[in-house]
Nanobody
Framework: QVQLVESGGGLVQAGGSLRLSCAASGRTFSSYVMGWFRQAPGKEREFVAAIRWSGSSTYSTDSVKGRFTISRDNAKNTVYLQMNSLKPEDTAVYYC???????????????????WGQGTQVTVSS
């Protein structure tokens, strides 16, 4: 089992920034990739960004490219999502997830992630 705990959500004005953190514990050696997803009210959960625990490759959806950056700290078993230039349409519950698939585009699919955090609310006001 892998446990994930997100933090860093909150209320911010449009154009502002937030940094989300996701701390992993438990059987983290079985984890190969970390992903961030979000779900807005009435919408399906969507992929935001992903990063492998090794190497330099990162992946993100087009709507956040140039604004959001995913990074990791292997020593702390923590992944971050730096969100800049936030827009009202970024409002959602953000979830981190981990799995052992390392290939694109599979890692953009929520079904590739067996372990999920509880989510953290991000609200961007206009």
């Amino acid at each position: 089992q892998v446990q994930l705990v997100e933090s860093g959500g909150g209320l911010v004005q449009a154009g502002g920034s937030l940094r989300l953190s996701c701390a992993a514990s438990g059987r983290t050696f079985s984890s190969y990739v970390m992903g961030w997803f979000r779900q807005a009210p009435g919408k399906e959960r969507e992929f935001v960004a992903a990063i492998r625990w090794s190497g330099s490759s990162t992946y993100s959806t087009d709507s956040v490219k140039g604004r959001f950056t995913i990074s990791r700290d292997n020593a702390k078993n923590t992944v971050y999502l730096q969100m800049n230039s936030l827009k009202p349409e970024d409002t959602a519950v953000y979830y981190c997830a981990t799995g052992n698939s390392g290939f694109w585009p599979q890692i953009s699919r929520s079904t590739e992630y067996p372990y999920w955090g509880q989510g953290t609310q991000v609200t961007v006001s206009s």
